[in-house]
């Protein structure tokens, strides 16, 4: 049966990343988020990765929709439909107080509220606003090398992998996995100066509802109709989706070494 992949192989595709999602839901660097100096820190690595993902996402919007002028139909209507649901809510969404904007900006307001700076993340937004390369502009922003590593892992595919590969790193590597990376921290950050944690417990709880009730269903569904049953294009998903999560943890693993440092 072709148009979908049957629900043997969607389980497969879960199950064979289920070892590296549960390396993340586990990872130390929970522990470490101990003091907002710390949950600070980890902010000021981890925005990159909250700027990557709507990249991503911005990634496969144009790969499954026209976004052209003039218009034509492109693609298939259930992806068309997938992939705009998801953009609403990322790209427009509303802040605690109702004000509406992106997840990324929520993240960075969180991150002041917190006394973070996001003085590298806005110098790269601002730098490729401005026309400059996104290799020069990363390379120029002072972003930390981690994180900076993560976000080329992110761009690689971006840039040379196919549909199938960039839905499957969306999903399998964010969407699917981002409910039990939050649930991690919520379950550690300090409970001290709790009104500065305000806004970063709605950003985490928010995407905790989010991609664990509508996002992540709807972001498999369509990597389903994109891998169509193929058994290649479902091996390079795979790849992809594990390679994607393995980048993940050498992340978190240089930000908890960073935080065990004090460096």
Not at 6 to 17: D, F, N, V, Y
Not at 21 to 45: C, D, I, K, P, W
Not at 225 to 253: G, P, T, V
């Amino acid at each position: 049966m072709r148009g979908r992949l049957t629900r043997m192989q969607s389980e497969k595709l879960i199950s064979a990343t289920e070892d590296l999602r549960a390396v993340l839901g586990q990872h130390r660097l929970y522990n470490t988020l101990t003091s907002v100096g710390g949950v600070a820190r980890f902010m000021e690595h981890h925005v990159f990765a909250v700027w990557d993902f709507m990249t991503l996402l911005k990634a496969l919007q144009r790969g499954l929709t026209c976004v052209d002028v003039p218009w034509v139909p492109r693609g298939n209507a259930e992806t068309r439909y997938l992939i705009n649901e998801i953009v609403v809510g990322e790209e427009s969404d509303v802040d605690r107080n109702g004000v509406r904007m992106s997840h990324f900006e929520m993240y960075c307001q969180a991150m002041k509220g917190l006394g973070a700076s996001t003085g590298p993340i806005d110098e790269l937004v601002g730098a490729i606003s401005q026309g400059v390369g996104v290799e020069t502009a990363l390379s120029a922003c002072g972003a930390p090398q981690a994180s900076a590593e993560f976000v080329r892992s992110t761009l690689d595919v971006v840039m040379n992998g196919a549909l199938h590969e960039i839905a499957a790193v969306f999903t399998f590597g964010r969407e699917d996995v981002i409910p039990t990376m939050f649930l991690g921290m919520l379950d550690h950050i300090p409970t001290d100066h709790a009104s500065a944690f305000d806004d970063l417990r709605y950003y985490l709880q928010r995407h905790i509802d989010v991609d664990g009730d509508h996002h992540g269903p709807l972001a498999l569904a369509m990597v389903e109709h994109l891998i169509d049953n193929d058994q290649r294009k479902y091996d390079e998903a795979l790849f992809a989706a594990r390679s994607a999560l393995q980048h993940r943890i050498m992340l978190w693993d240089a930000v908890a070494d960073s935080l065990s440092s004090g460096s």
